[in-house]
């Protein structure tokens, strides 16, 4: 399985903006669909976005987030921009194993250990 690394996470003003970066290992990293899921304190960890050879994106976050990938740097990138309190989570970063729903966490067969968010109002 891939191994998942994110960084990037702090504490921003509302309406600021901050990068997640996911690095992986493995050489088999441009086959798998990468996601970026976040759970909040008392919440389901829900998905926010994902890409493969398409992009997909939560409702919640569409229009202010953006996901990207590197298959030459093995890396899947997260720019969250106007962001708000609501967005406060640990966000993980996490490869998409076999031909379950890309929308869904049990889909997702390797995870990162995690990168706090605070947005503060």
């Given at each position: 399985?891939?191994?998942?690394?994110?960084?990037?996470?702090?504490?921003?003003?509302?309406?600021?903006?901050?990068?997640?970066?996911c690095a992986a290992s493995g050489r088999t990293f441009s086959s798998y669909v990468m996601g970026w899921f976040r759970q909040a304190?008392?919440?389901?960890?829900?998905?926010?976005?994902?890409?493969?050879?398409?992009t997909y994106t939560a409702d919640s976050v569409k229009g202010r987030f953006t996901i990207s990938r590197d298959n030459a740097k093995n890396t899947v990138d997260l720019q969250m921009s106007s962001l708000k309190p609501e967005d406060t989570a640990v966000y993980y970063c996490a490869?998409?194993?076999?031909?379950?729903?890309?929308?869904?966490?049990?889909s997702y067969g390797s995870w990162g250990q995690g990168t706090q968010v605070t947005v503060s109002s």
């Open positions: 399985q891939v191994q998942l690394v994110e960084s990037g996470g702090g504490l921003v003003q509302a309406g600021g903006s901050l990068r997640l970066s304190p008392g919440k389901e960890r829900e998905f926010v976005a994902a890409v493969g050879s398409t490869a998409k194993i076999g031909d379950g729903s890309t929308w869904s966490k049990g």
